[in-house]
Protein backbone atom coordinates (compact mmCIF):
# COMPACT_ATOMS: atom_id res chain seq x y z
CA UNK A 1 0.00 0.00 0.00
CA UNK A 2 1.36 3.22 -1.11
CA UNK A 3 1.46 6.07 1.59
CA UNK A 4 3.84 8.69 -0.82
CA UNK A 5 0.56 10.51 -1.34
CA UNK A 6 2.56 11.86 -4.99
CA UNK A 7 1.38 10.13 -7.33
CA UNK A 8 4.60 8.10 -6.97
CA UNK A 9 4.57 4.17 -7.28
CA UNK A 10 5.98 1.85 -4.75
CA UNK A 11 8.60 -0.32 -6.48
CA UNK A 12 9.11 -4.42 -5.38
CA UNK A 13 12.87 -4.53 -3.67
CA UNK A 14 14.90 -6.73 -6.19
CA UNK A 15 16.89 -8.06 -2.88
CA UNK A 16 14.21 -8.70 -0.05
CA UNK A 17 11.16 -8.41 -2.61
CA UNK A 18 9.08 -6.31 -0.29
CA UNK A 19 7.76 -2.98 -1.26
CA UNK A 20 9.21 0.33 -0.84
CA UNK A 21 8.17 3.94 -1.47
CA UNK A 22 9.76 6.28 -3.27
CA UNK A 23 12.27 8.60 -0.77
CA UNK A 24 13.58 12.28 -1.56
CA UNK A 25 16.96 11.22 -1.78
CA UNK A 26 15.74 8.86 -5.04
CA UNK A 27 14.07 12.08 -6.61
CA UNK A 28 16.81 12.40 -9.20
CA UNK A 29 17.25 8.40 -9.93
CA UNK A 30 14.15 6.84 -8.87
CA UNK A 31 13.95 4.86 -12.35
CA UNK A 32 17.24 3.32 -11.68
CA UNK A 33 16.50 1.97 -8.37
CA UNK A 34 15.63 -1.32 -7.79
CA UNK A 35 16.72 -2.03 -3.63
CA UNK A 36 15.41 -0.18 -0.70
CA UNK A 37 18.15 -0.17 0.78
CA UNK A 38 22.22 -0.45 0.87
CA UNK A 39 22.30 -3.85 2.21
CA UNK A 40 20.09 -5.19 -0.27
CA UNK A 41 22.15 -3.82 -3.38
CA UNK A 42 25.04 -5.17 -1.34
CA UNK A 43 23.68 -8.79 -1.79
CA UNK A 44 23.30 -8.60 2.47
CA UNK A 45 19.77 -8.84 2.79
CA UNK A 46 19.99 -12.76 2.33
CA UNK A 47 18.63 -13.17 5.93
CA UNK A 48 15.58 -10.93 5.30
CA UNK A 49 15.07 -12.55 1.84
CA UNK A 50 14.68 -15.69 3.73
CA UNK A 51 12.03 -14.34 6.04
CA UNK A 52 10.19 -12.95 2.75
CA UNK A 53 9.86 -16.28 1.14
CA UNK A 54 8.92 -18.29 4.11
CA UNK A 55 6.25 -15.37 4.76
CA UNK A 56 5.37 -15.54 1.39
CA UNK A 57 4.48 -19.43 1.16
CA UNK A 58 2.99 -19.56 4.61
CA UNK A 59 0.37 -16.84 3.10
ZN1 LIG B 1 15.20 -4.65 0.19
Given at each position: MSRTGGGVPDKICAGCGRPFAWRKKWARCWEEV????AACREGRYQAATAAAEKRRKGA
Open positions: RYCS
